[in-house]
């Protein structure tokens, strides 16, 4: 099985350097670009028409007991469940009129249209690891939010039926503070491990930042680039941002989600196709006989729940 690569990782040896350039400024755009791993394991299939990936996921784990002398373990095993993914492309184009080149405007004009396409990119998918779901748009993948719901990792703050946790004003904060640690980690020690990051949006993670001072559990990391990274008791916390102008992690009068997240090649990662480009790139080519020419940058990938309790989300909290 090929081992998970980082976009730093796959950035290593390319020789487009537009591509290099590419990868490059997505991982420094997020912590999440920075830690996800991408298999390169997805196989053509149907003569061409794209490409798909079968996995087993770990429903169940199996157990261990004492046993008397002479007396014998009750058998067990670990349950799997076959799944399979189907890679998909995101990405866009862009067209910048040939009589710019002429001008001296089209070095300006490329490289802004590549920097907001390639933030676009990153927006895109952020919004499709939370929000992607197969049976509502067929061109996406299932993300975080149709992965676990109505699994065990799936928790209401307040309780089945309840009324959420709030945390929607500053005295809010600082009076629920410690009960909010309580459930928070009550949350986390349902996980089969420890998870390297707890992803929401931005009004979800200052209240936790607030919380964690409060109570004395924040901490720092360090990301690739040097730079600190907030986390609570070591646990990254990474605000997933806006796509389309409205937060990934989504509002819903008042509340809103928490997502706990483990990378690995036996939690959560990625996938890209096998023996294929992840990320692909074309440059306008103004020597094209064309009135406009094209830009294009496209990211080949889809995500993968390789242990059903590696991940959860925490639901009802109230931030507004």
Known sequence: MPA???????????????????????????????????EPVASLVG????????????????????????GKYTDSVALTERKNVDLKILGGSFSIDRALRDTGGAPEQVAFQLAQKIKAVKAGFCNAI?????????????????LLTGSSTEIVAGGTGGTGFDLSTFTKVKDNAAEFVAVLDDFLSILVEKPDALMGNSKMINKIKAIAKIVGTN????????????????IALIDLGEYKGAPVVAINAGKTSLYAVKFGAQAFHAISPAGASLVDTIAPDFTQASEQVRGLIELRAAVVLKHSKSCGVLRSIKVQ
């Open 219 to 234: 901490t720092e990391t360090k990301d690739d680039f040097g730079r600190s990274i907030d986390a609570y008791d070591g």
């Open 130 to 146: 939370v929000n992607g779901a197969v049976i509502t748009n067929s061109k996406q993948f299932d993300g975080l939010d149709a």
């Open 4 to 38: 998970l690569l980082t976009l730093a990782d796959v950035k290593v040896g390319l020789v487009d350097d537009l591509q290099a350039t590419v990868i490059d400024e997505l991982v420094k755009s997020t912590y999440l670009f920075e830690k996800i791993g991408f």
């Open 47 to 70: 003569g061409g028409a794209g490409w798909s990936y079968a996995y087993n996921k770990v429903k169940e784990e199996s157990t261990s007991e004492f046993r008397d002398i002479n």
